[in-house]
Structures are given as C-alpha cells and as structure tokens.
C-alpha cells in the first residue's frame, strides 16, 4: 500500500506524539534496563534519532535518488544496523539529552515534526544508504518511532499500544519486507495462531 504524503507526516507526528508521552513517563528510570545492552536512557536517545535524522538529513539534499523506496532502505541497512556502531550511537545520543531526557525529547519533536510537515516531499536527502526521496524517508522515521516507543513501553511495563495511523505505515513496512524476503509464511501463520515465529525471527 502505499501511503500519501500527508498520510506520512501524519504517521510521523503521531508517531512523535506517542514517543515523548511515553518518555514522559520514565520518572527518573534511565538508568534501569532498556533494550539488549541499552539502559532506558540509551534506548530513549536511540529512538529520539528518528527524529534527529530528519532535521540532519533535510540539510543535506542529495543530487540523485539511489534507494527508491522505503523497503530498499532497510535492505540497504541491514548489514550497518548489526553492527556495534548503532549501540555506541545510541548510548551518546542518550547522554546527550542532557539532566531532562523527557524534555529534550520534548523539544525536539517540537522542533523536528514542523519541518516535515512544511516539505513536499519530493525533497531529495543524503541517508546513510545514498540519496532517497523525504517522502521514502520519512516512513522509515515512523516505523523506528513504533517500534522503539514500544520497546521502551515494554521496558517501563507500560500497555501502551501505537496511534492508528502510524502503526498502520509500520506494519505495511513488516508486510513489504516479509513478502519481498519469502517470510509471509511464517508472519501469517503466527498472525492468525497458527504457529509461532522461528527463534530470531525479524524482517529487518
């Protein structure tokens, strides 16, 4: 499916919007354990990256488009994302928000989701995988958003499920990657009871 541009600043500020109220709820557990070897805090800055990374990226236009769609850019990252690089990334970005990780965060959504929405779209941005279109780029800001609020609402032992319309781009993402990767088997048989995931199991 594929997702308007309004569509997609709408998923991301959703998306932002669930993020900081869910930071907002850490009461001083940065320290407690987050996600692998992430403390909260580390988990938090890691997340409030998909919020950094638009600001950064919309600085940097690229000249031509050399990933084409949102599920190009993850195939494209695969390899960087297991690599040890992201955790060290993610502990600094948690120290850099500072004595107030929730009001960073805070500001920064602030500060970030007006730029996106004040884009077309058609903006060309340099990502760590090449050039792409802002409006290709923006989904995968979203779905890191989804996916990382619910780590940390699980970290925090929080129910807290994803607004609609985010949680909708994010999951046709999971579908894309699980078709175009031969594992819409195994997602549909553990969707509808089926069968349970494989160990290790990810579309990423």
């Known amino acids: 499916m594929d997702f308007s541009w309004t569509i997609s600043c709408r998923a991301f500020a959703d998306a932002a919007e669930w993020f900081v109220a869910t930071a907002a709820l850490v009461d001083g557990r940065w320290t407690e354990p987050g996600l692998g070897e992430w403390d909260v805090r580390s988990l938090v800055g890691h997340t409030s990256r998909a919020l950094l ?4 990226y919309l600085s940097s236009p690229a000249e031509v488009v050399e990933v084409g769609s949102t599920a190009d850019y993850y195939r494209a990252t695969r390899a960087a994302a297991a690599g040890p690089d992201v955790a060290d990334r993610g502990r600094a970005a948690g120290e850099a928000l500072g004595t107030d990780p929730a009001a960073a965060v805070a500001e920064i959504a602030a500060r970030v989701v007006p730029l996106a929405a004040a884009c077309v779209g058609h903006e060309v941005v340099t990502t760590i995988a090449g050039g792409m279109r802002l409006a290709d780029y923006l989904p995968t800001r979203t779905f890191e958003l989804v996916v990382h609020t619910a780590d940390l609402a699980a970290a925090l032992g929080l129910v807290s499920e994803p607004p609609p319309v985010p949680a909708r781009q994010a999951l046709d993402l999971v579908a894309q990657l699980a078709v175009t990767d ?23």
């Not at 990374?53 to 950064?56: A, D, K």
């Not at 969707?191 to 579309?203: H, K, M």
């Open 182 to 204: 031969g594992r819409a088997t195994a997602l549909l048989r553990a969707a509808t009871g089926r069968d349970g995931l494989p160990p290790g199991f990810s579309v990423l």
């Open 53 to 56: 990374t638009v600001e950064t």
